[in-house]
């Protein structure tokens, strides 16, 4: 398993080796199969309106982002399978911890499940969606000890 980590932000300095170790854990945690690769991605909210307007048609900064591998190549079957992409305004997250009254790290990483779990066919459009979603990123939460 591979998680390859970009920060594109230069808001506050994030400790890369810790996120890429967490994201490993959940990819281990939802069994995943050992070739799995994840992309993540911190921006500024200026990239993140950019990719929210180019592929939401929305106009407007968001917290994150899941590009999922909708239709994957005929590969080898020992090939890295890529799951997706998960973009992060590192800027948003700040402000959202503040308004949510929790630290910063427990919302970047609530994004990061919430994106991650995006990228493993889970949605919230309905109530029940939202239900058993809600419940998995609680549960993910909890392996990296937010004091949730």
Excluded at 51 to 56: F, M, V
Excluded at 57 to 86: K, W
Excluded at 101 to 110: D, I, P, S, V
Aim: aromatic share 8%; glycine share 4%.
């Amino acid at each position: 398993m591979e998680v390859f980590l970009a920060n594109e932000q230069e808001k506050i300095e994030l400790i890369e080796a810790r996120w890429e170790r967490r994201l490993l854990d959940l990819m281990q945690y939802e069994a995943l199969p050992e070739n799995t690769q994840l992309s993540i991605t911190f921006v500024d909210d200026r990239r993140i309106r950019e990719l929210n307007a180019a592929y939401r048609q929305i106009d407007q900064p968001t917290d994150v982002l899941a590009f999922t591998q909708t239709s994957p190549p005929v590969l080898p079957p020992d090939a890295p399978l890529a799951i997706g992409d998960i973009v992060v305004s590192v800027e948003t997250a700040l402000r959202q911890a503040k308004e949510y009254g929790h630290a910063f790290e427990r919302e970047l990483g609530f994004l990061l499940v919430h994106g991650f779990l995006h990228l493993l066919g889970e949605d919230h459009q309905t109530a029940e969606q939202e239900r058993r979603m809600i419940a998995r990123q609680r549960a993910l939460l909890a392996l990296w000890d937010f004091g949730l």
